[in-house]
């Protein structure tokens, strides 16, 4: 596909917004079930020719080069062509439902398209989103009580995961210094919590572990609650929460058609339908497009 007529991505067209593509399809391939990949069949064209073939023929043969042949499924998606405006809903909706307001009201300004939301309750939701992500976490919550006391009222599980959270910032706070403000906080937010859930109680008890052990040598499951992978995590259900009051859905519409797409792959090789090797989710750009001689899918 030439450089003229490849349709450009967001971050191509909106670097200046700061929009983590490669957080965004890291995200979207992490919430993709696996597919399992077949081995290609052992081809026996290796092995060397027959002497009764002509020598001329051998010589062509050999520096020529071999035009792989495409499955009939490649054909097919070959011949389906998306419409723009299809493609157009379909990143506005990413924008508007991950939390991106300024990128999605100047996407909607290009595409002609009615903004699906009002800009401040977008920029509202990446507020509370950004400062969970960087570990701002009674930020976020003042922030999430201001937009909306009854989502934490009405769902215990959520405000637990966010005081833990907290928890955990504190921990990293006085990592080797004064552990008072991270044993007050937890004795007098999360213990009583705690103590009414057993569930609560051994996230409690795990995070509680994080004064004991140094931070350099932790066990997996200990060290995985001072990644960013929590804070993620954690940002993306309150982001949910938020989108579920507001009666929206949960999550932008082109994560349901990855999960969508690898559930159809994997009925598919079930029942030994034929299908390439290998079929690429298509979140890489030009690479897949190469490999596979179909446009991606545009998710950034």
Not at 172 to 195: E, H, M, S, V
Request: charged letters at 30%.
């Amino acid at each position: 596909m030439s450089e003229r007529n490849r349709l450009p991505s967001l971050s191509d067209r909106y670097t200046d917004l700061f929009i983590p593509a490669e957080d965004i399809r890291r995200q979207l391939l992490d919430a993709t079930p696996r597919v399992p990949s077949r081995s290609p069949p052992t081809s026996s064209s290796d092995s060397s020719p027959a002497p009764s073939e002509d020598p001329d023929r051998m010589q062509t043969s050999s520096t020529s080069t071999a035009i792989p042949v495409k499955n009939a499924f490649e054909t097919r998606v070959a011949d389906i062509k998306s419409p723009k405006s299809d493609i157009n809903a379909l990143i506005l909706d990413y924008l508007t439902m991950e939390g991106y307001p300024k990128a999605a009201a100047k996407f909607s300004k290009e595409a002609n398209l009615q903004p699906q939301q009002k800009g401040h309750s977008i920029e509202s939701r990446q507020n509370i989103k950004e400062a969970i992500l960087n570990g701002r976490i009674e930020v976020a919550i003042t922030a999430l009580n201001e937009l909306d006391p009854e989502i934490l009222d009405n769902d215990p599980q959520l405000h637990f995961s966010l005081l833990r959270l907290q928890l955990v910032e504190l921990i990293r706070q006085c990592n080797g210094g004064d552990i008072n403000p991270a044993l007050d906080f937890a004795t007098k937010k999360l213990a009583p919590r705690a103590a009414l859930n057993k569930e609560f109680l051994k996230d409690l008890e795990k995070t509680m572990a994080l004064l004991i052990f140094p931070h350099e040598s932790l066990a997996p499951e200990l060290d995985a609650l001072l990644r960013s992978d929590l804070r993620l995590n954690t940002a993306t259900k309150v982001n949910e929460a938020i989108l579920e009051r507001q009666a929206r859905r949960r999550e932008a519409a082109i994560r349901q058609l990855v999960k969508m797409r690898a559930w159809a792959e994997n009925s598919a090789r079930a029942k030994k339908k034929d299908l390439p090797d290998r079929i690429e989710l298509g979140l890489y750009g030009e690479d897949d497009y190469n490999e596979n001689g179909h446009e991606p899918m545009i998710t950034t």
